[in-house]
């Protein structure tokens, strides 16, 4: 399984470091997910300030493929999200293993 957030070996005490760097990554990845798979199903889409004050925007944010569009891209940001959080914890066991 390839990481988007590679780990490499560094000193001793960066490792503490790097695990919590890529932890937060990994959870923003899944929460912006979260988000743009959610966002365009909600009245906040729908009453967006800037589609109010753009006319051509609301017709363009109205248009179901592109909240299907917005919703894809937070499928994939999800995904990757749960794939480096697999990926970090498979690794710190796999260095616990080898300890």
Known sequence: ???????????????PIRFFSR????????????LLVMAPWTLLWERNYFAQLWP???TVMDNLYVRGAVSGVGLV??????RDLVSLIMGRWNRNDEA
């Open 1 to 15: 399984m390839i990481c988007l957030i590679p780990s490499q070996t560094d000193p001793q005490g960066a490792f």
């Open 23 to 34: 932890l937060l990554i990994a959870a923003y990845l899944l929460e912006a997910g979260l």
């Open 56 to 58: 051509w925007l609301d």
């Open 77 to 82: 940001t999800g995904w990757t999200g749960v």
